[in-house]
């Protein structure tokens, strides 16, 4: 199940023929047996539908609160709805009535919406996440946690849009916890994957974009050394996150964009100043299974 997981966090970006041909040649040269390879790439393993739509059912006894962590704020509440209405009416739907106030009715209403995201103490039930505590906050549209220091395995990513650079920077940390490091050890999958970038705040432009695994806590501060140059053990300081959840799959760049300025709207109306050059993007579940969550993520030192 490790690797199952394992390849379709990145197989639900990039599914298609030439990434399952690119998939299997990396697997290869990872050194998995073709049967694992065989397990990683099939869609339909035993049981798997079953236990993704037992999964999606249980989004139906969470609200929106309690699904995204956060009470949302009236005024993005407001935005979505007159969003809606208005691509109704372009569909010709105007007296009709949608289904995105049963959903989103005051974050009160429950249901089982794909796009509601998966809940955090659920996902850090099933996966070792790394720790953290909740922060108090008295504003809406975010929540915010207190990372702790902690060392993550990492890798540079030369092209942040390329999706052949994300596959190639993810097989890179797989192959770390798989065995390619000074002790042979095959380390459990944590979540999330953490993406983070760093912009040139004149032009915008992305200037440097990496990669990074959470260690397990066993191994935390004796994390074996990587055998692949490329990868590398980075100490991070503890830190605040303040973060957005989505639900759904495969969000597309404009919904990233609109979730990234939200978040800086709603910490701007809390008095929250953060830099917002250094920015995340995390991957909390297994895309294209049940239930899913990520996050947009701005940080802040700890006061």
């Given at each position: 199940?490790?690797?199952?997981?394992?390849?379709l966090?990145?197989a639900a970006?990039?599914?298609?023929?030439?990434?399952?041909?690119?998939?299997?040649?990396?697997?290869?040269e990872?050194?998995?047996?073709?049967?694992?390879?065989e397990?990683?790439l099939?869609?339909?393993?035993?049981?798997?539908?079953?236990?993704?739509?037992e999964?999606?059912?249980?989004g139906?006894?969470?609200?929106?609160?309690?699904?995204?962590?956060?009470?949302?704020?009236?005024?993005?509440?407001?935005?979505?709805?007159?969003?809606?209405?208005?691509?109704?009416?372009?569909?010709?739907?105007?007296?009709?009535?949608?289904?995105?106030?049963k959903?989103?009715?005051?974050?009160?209403?429950?249901?089982?919406?794909?796009?509601?995201p998966?809940?955090?103490?659920?996902?850090?039930?099933?996966?070792?996440?790394?720790?953290?505590d909740?922060?108090?906050?008295?504003?809406?549209?975010y929540?915010?946690?207190?990372?702790?220091?902690a060392?993550?395995?990492?890798?540079?990513?030369?092209?942040?849009e390329?999706s052949?650079?994300?596959?190639?920077?993810?097989?890179?940390?797989?192959?770390?916890?798989?065995?390619?490091?000074?002790?042979?050890?095959?380390?459990?999958?944590?979540v999330?994957v953490?993406?983070?970038?760093?912009?040139?705040p004149?032009?915008?432009?992305?200037?440097?974009?990496?990669?990074?695994?959470y260690?397990?806590?066993?191994?935390?501060g004796?994390?074996?050394t990587?055998?692949?140059?490329?990868?590398?053990i980075?100490?991070?300081?503890?830190?605040?996150?303040?973060?957005?959840?989505?639900?759904?799959n495969?969000?597309?760049?404009?919904?990233?964009?609109?979730y990234?300025?939200n978040?800086?709207?709603?910490?701007?109306?809390?008095?929250?100043?953060?830099?917002?050059?250094?920015?995340?993007?995390?991957?909390?579940?297994?895309?294209?299974?049940?239930?899913?969550?990520?996050?947009?993520?701005?940080?802040?030192?700890l006061?």
């Amino acid at each position: 199940m490790r690797l199952l997981v394992a390849a379709l966090v990145v197989a639900a970006v990039f599914a298609d023929q030439d990434f399952l041909e690119r998939a299997r040649a990396q697997m290869e040269e990872q050194g998995l047996s073709e049967n694992e390879i065989e397990m990683m790439l099939t869609e339909e393993s035993e049981g798997e539908l079953e236990r993704a739509l037992e999964d999606l059912k249980k989004g139906s006894t969470y609200s929106w609160e309690e699904a995204k962590g956060y009470e949302d704020c009236e005024v993005f509440r407001k935005e979505m709805r007159d969003e809606w209405a208005a691509k109704k009416k372009k569909m010709g739907m105007g007296g009709k009535k949608g289904s995105y106030g049963k959903w989103d009715k005051k974050s009160k209403k429950k249901g089982a919406c794909p796009g509601k995201p998966k809940p955090m103490d659920e996902i850090c039930a099933e996966s070792e996440c790394p720790a953290f505590d909740l922060l108090n906050t008295t504003g809406c549209g975010y929540i915010a946690r207190s990372i702790k220091a902690a060392q993550w395995v990492g890798t540079d990513m030369a092209d942040a849009e390329s999706s052949k650079e994300y596959m190639s920077a993810f097989w890179r940390l797989f192959g770390y916890i798989n065995g390619g490091n000074s002790d042979g050890t095959k380390i459990p999958m944590t979540v999330p994957v953490l993406n983070v970038f760093t912009m040139d705040p004149t032009t915008y432009a992305i200037t440097s974009a990496r990669m990074f695994f959470y260690i397990p806590a066993d191994l935390q501060g004796s994390a074996p050394t990587p055998n692949d140059d490329s990868v590398y053990i980075e100490n991070m300081n503890e830190q605040i996150a303040y973060s957005r959840a989505l639900g759904g799959n495969n969000p597309s760049k404009e919904r990233w964009t609109k979730y990234f300025t939200n978040l800086y709207r709603a910490l701007e109306m809390d008095g929250i100043t953060v830099d917002t050059t250094t920015f995340a993007t995390a991957g909390f579940t297994r895309p294209y299974f049940g239930r899913q969550r990520q996050e947009a993520m701005y940080f802040a030192p700890l006061q």
